[in-house]
């Protein structure tokens, strides 16, 4: 069974870091592709990071700089280090594995909220 368990999120004051950690089992995680979505209620999912089984990192226009997703294969673990946080940064964070080269996803976690106050 494929689990992803994020954990991590909370409230930071604007210019704070975060490291949200997802981890990942139930499927082989180092060759896998995967990908940080950020959602806010009544907006679109965005994804904001995406590493592919080459270890070739994306990022979004609104967090390039400032975010930096890797993950440590031995420890089946994802990770979003998250800083210079902006307001518009809140959101609820889910990690996920993704259909390699795409941005479909094959399955997500819960997610955990990340909350920045000006």
């Known amino acids: 069974q494929v689990q992803l368990v994020e954990s991590g999120g909370g409230s930071v004051q604007a210019g704070g870091s975060l490291r949200l950690s997802c981890v990942a089992s139930?499927?082989?995680?180092?060759?896998?592709?995967m990908s940080w979505f950020r959602q806010v209620p009544g907006k679109e999912r965005e994804g904001v990071a995406r590493?592919?089984?080459?270890?070739?990192?994306r990022y979004s226009d609104s967090v390039k700089g400032r975010f930096t997703i890797s993950k440590d294969n031995a420890k089946n673990t994802l990770y979003l280090q998250m800083s210079s946080l902006k307001p518009e940064d809140t959101a609820m964070y889910y990690c996920?594995?993704?259909?390699?080269?795409?941005?479909?996803?094959?399955?997500r976690g819960q997610g955990t909220q990340v909350t920045v106050s000006s």
């Open positions: 139930g499927y082989s995680f180092s060759g896998a592709c």
């Open positions: 996920a594995r993704l259909y390699c080269y795409s941005w479909s996803s094959v399955n």
């Open positions: 590493i592919d089984n080459d270890g070739i990192t």
